[in-house]
């Protein structure tokens, strides 16, 4: 006999389903077990273990500098930027094309600055 109760060679408990008592006691024992287990994984610890066991080393980052290659790179897209718009906008009226040139300059001035912010946001 096992402490816990009668086991198949599988390591199985062998429940009598005639016996209701022997049914709901050992759905109650695995349930409570099964319950403590799930309260133990979704409390949080505290104490001086809990701190050894986690953390293990803190780095704490300065701001970076931005290169300044990466500011210049910046400041020549966007020159390159503006000159295109500007382009766009001479072509359109010196052939008379029957387009507005806000919808070329528009969307390439919104993604621009969008990459830009983004660009150095992320730095």
């Not at 104490?47 to 990466?70: A, C, L, N, T, W």
């Amino acid at each position: 006999m096992y402490p816990d109760g009668p086991r198949t060679r599988f390591g199985f408990t062998e429940i009598d389903f005639n016996n209701l008592g022997d049914l709901l006691s050992v759905i109650c024992s695995y349930g409570a077990d099964v319950f403590t287990r799930l309260m133990e994984i979704c409390t949080p610890r505290r104490g001086s273990d809990y701190d050894r066991q986690f953390v293990r080393e803190v780095k704490i980052k300065r701001p970076s500098i931005r290169r300044v290659k990466s500011v210049i790179f910046a400041g020549g897209a966007w020159v390159l930027v503006g000159l295109k718009c500007w382009a766009i906008v001479w072509v359109i009226r010196h052939y008379q094309v029957p387009v507005n040139p806000l919808w070329v300059t528009l969307p390439t001035l919104f993604f621009a600055g969008l990459c830009t912010v983004l660009y150095f946001w992320g730095e």
